[in-house]
């Protein structure tokens, strides 16, 4: 509103002195032509403002007017600035900016009008009248504009003069020389074509002229102009969706420096630059040199709209990777799906002659843990594997999971089977460490499918599909199942290696201990068998559960030396047994199958034979079983039949144990997994139990059913015709002197089995 008042009394002031000071202008025609060549040339000007040539242009027809009639100065400068306000009322369609702009032209039309009578009162050369009044006009817009900037717009005063440079004034300055000379070329050669024009007739013609190039030039360049813009903001939108390759930011400057040719485009940090709009990473920046004219809001609007563009790119771009990632990503895990790791496979760049392995990697057990221990430890220990497989693959090698406990891992860069089986190896073991969880501590099996090929056109469905299918064929082959109960509650460990270094050392430097539960034969109520426990007890630890001892030699290659060291702690407290009285006559302890084939397990079985009397029975789960290769077939059947070696199958009943293992393997025992005697009141249960108690009789098989921890459920097994128990309900596992105390007080006897006998006859 101030610089609307100001603008309309500086108006009124300079036309009212201008028209009273000068006498009225003698020539209506050509004050027209004077108006009209105004307008047109200052519409041109205000269509394209970013062009100083078109501003030079503006005073052609003012100058050539008053080159003919200096006694009409006063007119002409009023018909001048009325020309003007005109053409900036056209183009702008605001009164109020063509009040405002033509306040600045009067201003600049005093200076005008001021030097020309300056220089006239010292008879200045035509050259000088013709070029240093005009200049003096254009140099007084700039420096009103810039104090308009500075003190109205809230621009700094610094930033608005910088609008005003040497380069500027001086192409402005040869500009209106050229447009002068111009127009007085041509009213020579008006003159000289007709000697009737006169003077002042010639040069208001070559003023017309000269307004209409600047049309003409004006329009061509508006049209150079808009024809950038479009072309950028079209080459930007047939771009869409831009790369995602390329930072948006970087794109965003490309496509408007097509769109703005004439300006310098950055990305910088720096948001103080005349135009600066934020951009994803940093700022859009246009800049001018010296020699280009200000910046425009227009400019400001075209840097904004491919900001704009660019952010929404940005975001669009974010939330298709977002939607991406959740179609091809695991949500628990965080690595890729079924979907994501097909996906990855479709073109295999990093093939360089090497060979690739699909390997398919499976928990043992899962299911267990889930069900004992809820599903939020199940999600950690998925978790945990997830986060073992990143750190041990290598960068270019690709893991997901693909099912419940199912991960897939495709491994490149390999020379040759070996390396692709041995490396396969290194990841089942590592992912095959304890998961510590809120309580206990998780024992983690891995097993492992794999499939190599050296081929450069991989068929990569089918080698997914074998791995599949020899990870089913071997399950457990790098560590056995995990036992039913996979975790340890209570057991508290903070450092894994600690514990690893424990068993390691507990192993090897005789740490082993044995804990003892008795096998009944309830048909002459005797302990006809013991089996052997492992326990280790740590001094910072305390004592570490026989699961993850078990466990944890399997991984680390040490389950030979765990099993001598059991036999020979074995040895020494069957003497102590010795001396107690009497002892049984069989030995039950779990090896895996491997260890059928083992030179140094076999010496030392063969040296503990040697020194006793009893029978071994070697008990082996029936993951176990499935690894045993035909040549540990025959070693199998060699040691069921030997004298005082036996061979059971131990936890029958667990998961996918089936009858036919029980015909396929030599065996003397068959010992029954405690989920079979859970719930004896189950008809059912017992009907099972009866049914396999009869099928082990017709095939000399003597069964052991396990988890007997109530007289209930013993009736109930004396009942369908089960000789043979062990459980809690005849002792918890004791210790070698717990034991001997046992049998020094009742021999061979089971008491609880004389209760049980006592009760029934009462």
Not at 48 to 64: G, V, W, Y
Not at 128 to 156: D, K, M, N, Q, Y
Not at 539 to 552: F, N, Q, R, S, T
Not at 721 to 731: E, I, L, S
Request: include cysteine; charge should be negative; glycine fraction near 6%.
């Amino acid at each position: 509103m101030l610089s609307l008042v100001i603008s309309a009394a500086v108006v009124a002031t300079c036309l009212t002195w201008c028209t009273l000071a000068f006498a009225p202008f003698s020539r209506p025609v050509w004050a027209v032509m004077l108006v009209i060549a105004t307008a047109i040339a200052n519409a041109v000007v205000m269509r394209a403002s970013n062009r100083d040539q078109m501003l030079a242009l503006t005073a052609a027809p003012a100058i050539f007017l008053i080159n003919a009639s200096p006694t009409n100065l006063g007119a002409v400068i009023t018909l001048w600035l009325f020309g003007s306000a005109l053409g900036t009322l056209v183009r702008l369609r605001s009164p109020a900016r063509a009040l405002e702009v033509t306040a600045n032209m009067v201003l600049g039309g005093v200076v005008m009008a001021s030097c020309w009578t300056i220089l006239d009162a010292q008879a200045a050369p035509l050259i000088i009248l013709s070029t240093l009044p005009t200049a003096a006009l254009f140099l007084t817009r700039l420096v009103i504009s810039s104090l308009r900037l500075g003190f109205l717009a809230g621009t700094p005063l610094l930033s608005a003069a910088r609008a005003i440079t040497w380069s500027r004034a001086l192409t402005m300055w040869l500009l209106v020389t050229a447009a002068t000379l111009g127009g007085h070329g041509i009213a020579l050669v008006v003159g000289t074509a007709a000697p009737t024009t006169s003077g002042v007739q010639a040069k208001l013609l070559g003023s017309l002229l000269v307004s209409l190039i600047a049309l003409t030039l004006g329009t061509y360049f508006e049209y150079t102009r808009v024809e950038s813009r479009l072309r950028g903001l079209v080459k930007a939108a047939k771009a869409l969706p831009w790369p995602s390759e390329v930072p948006v930011a970087e794109q965003a400057a490309e496509f408007l420096e097509e769109a703005l040719p004439h300006r310098v485009i950055t990305l910088t940090s720096d948001p103080e630059a005349p135009i600066a709009v934020p951009l994803p990473g940093g700022f859009l920046q246009a800049h001018r040199t010296h020699f280009q004219p200000p910046l425009r809001a227009e400019d400001r609007e075209l840097v904004e709209a491919f900001a704009n563009i660019a952010q929404s790119t940005a975001d669009a771009g974010t939330e298709r990777a977002k939607l991406h990632r959740a179609a091809t990503r695991d949500p628990l895990t965080g690595l890729l799906n079924y979907r994501g790791f097909t996906e990855s496979l479709t073109s295999l760049e990093h093939l360089d002659g090497s060979g690739i392995a699909i390997m398919y990697l499976d928990l043992d057990g899962f299911k267990a843990i889930n069900d004992s221990h809820g599903h939020g430890v199940g999600n950690l220990v998925l978790q945990t594997v997830a986060e073992r497989l990143q750190l041990v693959l290598a960068p270019d090698d690709i893991a997901s999971r693909v099912g419940g406990d199912e991960f897939v891992v495709l491994l490149v860069g390999l020379h040759d089977a070996q390396a692709a089986q041995r490396t396969a190896e290194n990841i089942a073991t590592v992912v095959s460490t304890p998961v510590l969880a809120e309580d206990a501590l998780v024992l983690v099996n891995a097993s492992f499918g794999l499939a190599f090929t050296e081929s450069r056109s991989p068929d990569v469905a089918e080698l997914m599909q074998f791995a599949d299918a020899r990870m089913y064929e071997s399950r457990g082959n790098l560590a056995p199942a995990a036992p039913r109960d996979a975790a340890c509650p209570g057991f508290q460990v903070h450092d894994i290696d600690e514990l690893l270094n424990a068993i390691t050392q507990a192993i090897t430097s005789g740490g082993i201990d044995l804990a003892y539960q008795p096998i009944i034969d309830t048909r002459v109520e005797q302990v006809v068998a013991i089996e052997a426990l492992v326990r280790v007890t740590h001094p910072k630890l305390g004592a570490i559960p026989a699961d993850i001892v078990v466990h944890e030699a399997r991984r680390l290659g040490l389950v030979t030396d765990l099993s001598t060291a059991v036999l020979s702690r074995a040895l020494a407290d069957l003497e102590e047994f010795g001396a107690a009285g009497r002892f049984p006559l069989d030995l039950h302890f779990n090896v895996d199958v491997e260890q059928i084939t083992d030179a140094t397990f076999r010496t030392a079985l063969g040296h503990f034979l040697d020194a006793t009397d009893v029978t071994v029975t070697l008990e082996l789960s029936e993951t176990s079983l499935h690894r045993a290769l035909e040549s540990t077939f025959e070693e199998l059947e060699e040691l069921n039949h030997s004298n005082r070696l036996q061979i059971a199958l131990d936890d029958f009943g667990v998961a996918q144990s089936t009858l036919q293992s029980v015909v396929d393997y030599p065996l003397s025992v068959l010992k029954v997994d405690r989920s079979l005697v859970h719930d004896m009141g189950d008809e059912k249960s017992r009907q099972v139990l009866a049914a396999l108690s009869t099928l082990c009789d017709g095939l000399g098989i003597r069964m052991v059913v396990e988890g007997v921890a109530e007289e209930a459920q013993l009736r109930a097994l004396v009942d369908v015709g089960v000789p043979f128990v062990q459980g809690y309900y005849f002792g918890a596992p004791m210790s070698a002197s717990a034991l001997a105390d046992r049998f020094r007080n009742y021999g061979t006897t089971c008491p609880e089995c004389t209760r049980l006998t006592q009760s029934a006859g009462a």
